[in-house]
């Protein structure tokens, strides 16, 4: 997830099979009961060297995240030293305990994602890289409950604190400083879990590797990087993580290896730019995205509905896109998702909708989901999932109800889940008042808005209606010939009855590229609640799919306009993608904007 003042409240929930440790490799501090629990299985686990990555993924099953618990970073406030305990506990988390994790793998999941913050004990500003014992010795130990509950095992390296930024830094000692982190980290923890079985699995990174190699957390000079660049240091980060995992020798010679998406973004890791790593062991790499789209409806507090054929319609639109990996014989897990609590605690509408249609997503495809969970779906204090139908949902998916069937029947089952999805969508628009427009062929104007909560109006390339928060009136046009055009958001109807703040906007265009290909975007009034803005710079008409026309509002990621951006005139002075000040930006009732659509000059 983001950091923690954006994931704090993030959600989701999942894990089978049996087999485990084989010689862990263990500090003074293991107890008798580890030790136990290597010996009983170690004869188990030699079988499991012996499978490839397209048949770990298969039982893998379901899987949930140990979210918000070892990645909370806790080391601004109590420094480096403080008991390990305090880092777990600092984002509201309870102490986890074995037996909350055998209450996980009782509820039908087959895997547990650790996500993990190795520098809260570590003094890397001043270049000692060295992991704090006790950090490695806490984390060992609530994986060794996992194995012992015959559970696969995932652990990476999380946000973090936003250490990763150091890669975007201007400065070359910076970056060298980022590098030698992330290859001691990993020789640290590939030492520590050397002799481990394949039941445990490695992972590179979380969302940091892509755009968030800029970001400014630990180095204030970074943000230099294009997005060609952060496909290159992306691509370079997987294939050192392979090749430092490997050569510690033992069992991460052949172990299973799970490999960050840019961004984890479907979209973004399916561009050619994204390359697997390179790897001297034989079908052993998996590779890892999240899904939390549309993010109006899986990441805002606000009450909002995943109901719409067009809901429906993205999500398996998504899923289908992995294809390009899967097809080519490597597995994907959905390492993060699932559909945030509202601000009350309760659940989202369509909660077990959205659910069933990823899961059967996932089963049609071969993927693995791993819900993001926080204490919201799976409950440490009851041990169990109180809401009896995501309940069931999740017994009847898990690996050991799953395996009973032939792949022709998860298949069937799959694709008459998705069909029945689709049929609901589009009956639940035929009884709506609001007119849903079909942009799946046609050029449609809208506007894309991300208040301080990131939520607002369908932020992204693709054109979806129904990804904005619940009350909130967005008026799109068809663009059919070249011309004059007027889109707005009207947020009186939310429950705020506005958008807070601004975090993203642009102009998007559904298929302009396509249709109108070399067409400008030309602005001509802009108005926020009523009144008129005075822009802060020259806007420009970019694309970043190839196939969606842009023209950004407020993005803060691109710092200078693109080489193919495009204007009227041609000229390429004062261009921006910063038109609007944020910081003056307060409450948004209503956003206009009128525009000139036509070929330059």
């Known amino acids: 997830m983001k950091k923690m003042k954006h994931f704090m409240v993030l959600a989701a929930l999942m894990s089978f099979f049996t087999v485990a440790v084989s010689g862990c490799s263990k500090t003074d501090n293991t107890t008798a009961e580890q030790t136990e629990t290597v010996t009983e299985t170690t004869e188990e686990a030699t079988t499991e060297a012996e499978l490839s990555a397209v048949e770990v993924a298969k039982r893998m099953g379901n899987g949930i995240n140990l979210g918000n618990t070892m990645e909370a970073y806790g080391r601004k406030t109590v420094g480096i030293s403080a008991e390990v305990s305090q880092y777990e506990t600092s984002w509201g988390q309870p102490v986890t305990t074995k037996e909350m994790i055998d209450g996980m793998k009782a509820a039908g999941f087959d895997s547990i994602r650790i996500p993990v913050a190795w520098t809260n004990m570590m ?11 006790l950090l490695l010795d806490r984390v060992q130990e609530i994986v060794d409950w996992a194995i012992a509950a015959d559970m696969y095992v995932i652990v990476n390296d999380h946000w973090d604190g936003g250490w990763w930024g150091m890669f975007g830094s201007e400065t070359k000692e910076t970056q060298d400083r980022a590098m030698e982190l992330y290859k001691s980290m990993w020789t640290q923890v590939s030492e520590r879990f050397k002799d481990y079985s394949d039941l445990l699995i490695l992972e590179s990174a979380n969302e940091e590797l892509g755009s968030r190699l800029n970001d400014r957390d630990y180095a204030e000079d970074s943000g230099n990087l294009t997005e060609d660049e952060c496909y290159t240091l992306t691509n370079l980060i997987n294939q050192t993580f392979v090749d430092v995992v490997r050569s510690t020798g033992g069992k991460n010679e052949s172990r299973f290896l799970l490999i960050a998406g840019y961004n984890t973004d ?26 939390y789209t549309p993010w109006s409806y899986c990441g805002a507090t606000a009450q909002a509905s995943f109901k719409s054929e067009a809901a429906y319609k993205e999500m398996n639109r998504l899923m289908g896109k992995l294809s390009k990996f899967t097809d080519a014989g490597i597995p994907v897990v959905i390492g993060e998702y699932g ?3 509202t601000a009350d605690g309760e659940y989202k509408n369509n909660t077990i909708e959205f659910t069933q249609n990823l899961l059967a997503n996932c089963d049609l495809y071969g993927l693995v989901p791993m819900l993001w969970d926080t204490n919201a779906f799976f409950k440490k204090d009851l041990l169990k999932i109180e809401y009896e139908e995501l309940a069931k949902l999740y017994l009847d998916n898990s690996y050991a109800k799953q395996s009973a069937l032939s792949e022709d029947d998860i298949r069937k089952n799959a694709q008459d889940m ?13 009884n709506s008042d609001e007119v849903i427009l079909d942009g799946s062929e046609k050029a449609i104007a809208w506007i894309m808005y991300s208040d301080g909560s990131w939520v607002g109006n369908n932020v992204g390339d693709v054109y979806n209606p129904t990804s904005k928060v619940d009350g909130l009136i967005a008026n799109d046009v068809e663009i059919t010939e070249a011309g004059t055009y007027t889109i707005s958001i009207d947020a009186t109807g939310t429950a705020s009855g506005h958008l807070t703040g601004l975090i993203f906007s642009a102009i998007g265009i559904s298929n302009g590229e396509l249709l109108f290909p070399g067409y400008i975007i030309e602005l001509k009034e802009l108005k926020i609640n009523g009144e008129p803005y005075t822009l802060l710079g020259t806007p420009f008409t970019s694309t970043d799919d190839k196939i969606c026309t842009r023209l950004n509002l407020y993005n803060s990621w691109v710092t200078e306009a693109p080489a193919e951006a495009r204007t009227k005139d041609g000229s390429k002075e004062g261009l921006s993608a910063q038109l609007i000040d944020p910081l003056g930006i307060d409450e948004v009732q209503t956003l206009e904007v009128t525009f000139e659509y036509g070929p330059a000059e």
């Open 266 to 291: 479907i979209d973004k890791t399916i561009d050619d730019r994204y390359k697997m790593p390179t790897d001297t062991a034989t079908d052993k790499l998996l590779l890892s995205v999240h899904y």
């Open 339 to 341: 559909a945030l609590l």
């Open 418 to 430: 998705l069909a029945t999805g689709l049929a609901a969508g589009r009956l639940n628009d035929e």
């Open 123 to 133: 003094d890397f500003e001043n270049g000692d890289y060295t992991i704090n014992p």
